[in-house]
């Protein structure tokens, strides 16, 4: 009888090396997410000296910043993270869109595994929630989503 093959990968970030970009705007919830992945790459393994951090001005500007750090060769995986908060005219959508559309194409353009960290919420108290209280932290989250995808693409 022939055997199912499983590719899954391992929560070990021992050796990596990784970018994080963080936006200035909102910067009292988006220093929560990244309080909240160094803590958790770190414990999985992560030396310090193996994190950069990229503080960059907001949500839009994060395409442009994922793009010149994947085409570096200098990183395994980066981690984009910050908040973007609906506020009275349509400026958000366009934010959102920009940035989800750009992240996305860098990930396929450099075969760069990039964690999504950009909250997009209708107001500051989803943010908040989302910033390592009742919703848990969107940080962390996408901190283990890059390194699982990290580990996933070394075997395929
Ligand atoms: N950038 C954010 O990261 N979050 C926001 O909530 C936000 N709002 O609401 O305006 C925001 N705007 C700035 C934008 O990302 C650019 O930095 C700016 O337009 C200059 O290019």
Avoid: W
Avoid at 60 to 89: D, H, W
Avoid at 100 to 108: E, F, N, R, V, Y
Avoid at 131 to 152: D, F, P, Q
């Amino acid at each position: 009888m022939s055997t199912m093959t499983t590719i899954a990968g391992q929560l070990d970030a021992k050796g990596l090396k990784v970018a994080i970009v963080a936006t200035r705007f909102n910067d009292f919830i988006v220093d929560r997410l990244v309080g909240g992945a160094i803590d958790y790459l770190e414990r999985h393994g992560l030396e310090k000296e193996n994190v950069t951090l990229v503080r960059i001005p907001g949500a839009f500007e994060m395409p442009l910043i994922c793009q010149k750090l994947a085409a570096s060769g200098k990183y395994n995986g980066i981690l984009a993270l910050g908040a973007v908060i609906r506020g009275g005219t349509p400026h958000f959508d366009y934010v959102c869109a920009e940035a989800s559309k750009g992240i996305a194409h860098t990930m396929m353009e450099h075969n760069m595994p990039i964690g999504f960290g950009l909250l997009t919420c209708d107001n500051i108290e989803q943010a908040i929630e989302r910033a390592g209280s009742k919703a848990g932290n969107k940080g962390v989250e996408a901190a283990a989503a890059m390194l699982e995808t990290i580990r996933v693409m070394e075997q395929l």
